[in-house]
């Protein structure tokens, strides 16, 4: 098993910017590909940036430019660094590792931004 442990979220005024982080527990960190999803209330949950473990990144149309997302092989983390943050990236943001028959998720970090 797999735990996920994301730390980083909070309240932040638009325009600011926050760094959410996610620690996996084991080395199946260096396999996997981690992202990052968020869920508002009343939506469905949505992938937000992902990044394969050679590195390459992918990100959603809506936060790029404004988010990056970077990973830190001696420390089994994930970042996510969100800059130029709006009200409406509110929501819980959520740490994914996923391969080839295996997935989890930790238990979510809430992000606000106030307007």
């Known amino acids: 098993q797999v735990q996920l442990v994301e730390s980083g979220g909070g309240l932040v005024q638009a325009g600011g910017s926050l760094r959410l982080s996610c620690a996996a527990s084991?080395?199946?960190?260096?396999?996997?590909?981690m992202g990052w999803f968020r869920q508002a209330p009343g939506k469905q949950r949505e992938l937000v940036a992902s990044?394969?473990?050679?590195?390459?990144?992918n990100y959603a149309d809506f936060v790029k430019g404004r988010f990056t997302i970077f990973r830190d092989a001696t420390r089994n983390t994930v970042y996510l660094r969100m800059d130029s943050l709006k009200p409406e990236d509110t929501a819980v943001y959520y740490c994914?590792?996923?391969?080839?028959?295996?997935?989890?998720w930790g238990q979510g970090t809430q992000v606000t931004v106030s307007s």
């Open positions: 084991s080395t199946f960190f260096n396999v996997a590909t």
């Open positions: 990044i394969t473990s050679g590195g390459s990144a």
């Open positions: 994914q590792a996923s391969y080839p028959g295996r997935m989890y």
